[in-house]
C-alpha cells in the first residue's frame, strides 16, 4: 500500500509511535505538552481534532483486553490517593522528564518516587 508517497511493501511490519500522536501539537494544540486533564472535559472529542488518534489502550482486534479493568483500578486508586494525601511541589524537585516507552522521570529521580510509590502501596493494601 501507499502512505502518500512511500510505499510500504506487503508483510512490513509498521510500528506507531503513540508518544508522537499523543503530544501532537497539530493535533492537541500549542500546550500539547502541557499536564492538562481538564482538555478532556468534554471528552476526547473537545480534546483534539482527530479523536481516532488517541490510542493510550490501542486500537482495533487487538485493542487492550484489561482496558475496563485498568480504568477501574486507576480510578479507584485515584480517588485513593487524593482522599489520603495532600500534594506540595518540594522545594527540591527539579524537572526532569525522559522518554522511554511512556514519559517517566530521569533515572537520578527514581528512587524518590520508589519511595513514594511503596507508601501508596502499603496504603492500598489496607483497603
Ligand atoms: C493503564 C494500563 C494499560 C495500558 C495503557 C494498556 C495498553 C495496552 C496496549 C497499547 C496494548 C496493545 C494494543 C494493540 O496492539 O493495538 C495492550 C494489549 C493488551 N493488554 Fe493492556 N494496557 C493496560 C492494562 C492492562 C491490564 C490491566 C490487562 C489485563 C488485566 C491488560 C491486558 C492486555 C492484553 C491481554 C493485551 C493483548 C491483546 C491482544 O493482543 O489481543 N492490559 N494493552
Redesign the pocket.
Known amino acids: 500500500m501507499k502512505f502518500g508517497n512511500i510505499d510500504v511493501p506487503k508483510g512490513t511490519g509498521l510500528w506507531i509511535l503513540?508518544l508522537s500522536l499523543h503530544t501532537n501539537p497539530d493535533i492537541w494544540g500549542e500546550d500539547a505538552y502541557k499536564f492538562n486533564p481538564e482538555r478532556f472535559a468534554n471528552g476526547t472529542a473537545g480534546a483534539c481534532t482527530h479523536p481516532h488518534v488517541y490510542?493510550?489502550?490501542?486500537?482495533?482486534?487487538?485493542?487492550?483486553?484489561?482496558?475496563n479493568?485498568?480504568?477501574l483500578?486507576?480510578k479507584m486508586l485515584i480517588a485513593l490517593i487524593l482522599s489520603n494525601f495532600k500534594f506540595s511541589l518540594s522545594p527540591r524537585y527539579i524537572h526532569s522528564p525522559a522518554f522511554g516507552l511512556i514519559f517517566k522521570i530521569s533515572n537520578k529521580r527514581t528512587i524518590h518516587v520508589c519511595y513514594i510509590l511503596r507508601q501508596i502501596y502499603s496504603l492500598c493494601e489496607k483497603f
Open positions: 503513540i490510542m493510550p489502550f490501542g486500537v482495533g482486534p487487538r485493542v487492550c483486553l484489561g482496558q479493568l485498568a480504568m483500578e486507576l
